[in-house]
T-cell receptor
Framework: KAGVTQTPRYLIKTRGQQVTLSCSPI?????VSWYQQTPGQGLQFLFE???????NKGNFPGRFSGRQFSNSRSEMNVSTLELGDSALYLC?????????????FGPGTRLTVL | AQSVTQLGSHVSVSEGALVLLRCNYS??????LFWYVQYPNQGLQLLLK??????LVKGINGFEAEFKKSETSFHLTKPSAHMSDAAEYFC????????????FGSGTRLLVRP
């Protein structure tokens, strides 16, 4: 069974640009969550989608947005990029949306903002 | 708000020695608790989780953790360290509920000396 895939794996952008990251969950998984990992702030929850609906959102500005498609694939978008948005963005999927369920993480997309 | 404290950003042990990574959570209601491991340039892999069954939880790769409500702790142990255990370890909590939102500790980097 294929794991969670994230594309692209590496991305370089400049300040002010926008970026879209993609996540394909494990087949059959309906919940997708996104996390940002930085050396300074560690791992922080961005948002979670289940059946195309955002169920939970972290404490990030509105420049960070996401969506989920009917096939459970998810995208996150960051507009007006800032230097501080440089991070590893991790996507995780789970079979159902429940806080006790295991989340399976992808390898991440490393975003560098210049 | 939930928080997780991992004592020691770096822990160094000799191969074959006991591994002990500390995690304390702040919650009046026992949450769900998780330990994840991250190898370089990879996503997170679940080692084990506590969801209110047995307080001693056994995970993969010989790791286990004990939930102690009185101490609000969920320390990770392994009797004998292997070189392959060198990685970063994250403790995480989630509130009981229908939505997924993991709150991570700051991580502990485990170094294994030959």
């Amino acid at each position: 069974k294929a794991g969670v895939t994230q594309t692209p794996r590496y991305l370089i952008k400049t300040r002010g640009q926008q970026v879209t990251l993609s996540c394909s969950p494990i087949s059959g998984h309906r919940s997708v969550s996104w996390y940002q990992q930085t050396p300074g702030q560690g791992l922080q929850f961005l948002f979670e989608y289940f059946s195309e609906t955002q169920r939970n959102k972290g404490n990030f500005p509105g420049r960070f947005s996401g969506r989920q498609f009917s096939n459970s694939r998810s995208e996150m978008n960051v507009s007006t990029l800032e230097l501080g948005d440089s991070a590893l963005y991790l996507c995780a999927s789970s079979l159902v949306s429940g806080s006790r369920d295991e989340q399976f993480f992808g390898p991440g997309t490393r975003l560098t903002v210049l | 708000a939930q928080s997780v404290t991992q004592l020691g950003s770096h822990v160094s042990v000799s191969e074959g020695a006991l591994v002990l990574l500390r995690c304390n959570y702040s919650s009046s209601v026992p949450p769900y608790l998780f330990w994840y491991v991250q190898y370089p340039n990879q996503g997170l892999q679940l080692l084990l989780k506590y969801t209110s069954a047995a307080t001693l939880v056994k995970g993969i790769n010989g790791f286990e953790a004990e939930f102690k409500k009185s101490e609000t702790s969920f320390h990770l142990t392994k009797p004998s360290a292997h070189m392959s255990d060198a990685a970063e370890y994250f403790c995480a909590v989630s509130d009981r509920g229908s939505s997924y939102k993991l709150i991570f500790g700051s991580g502990t980097r485990l170094l294994v000396r030959p």
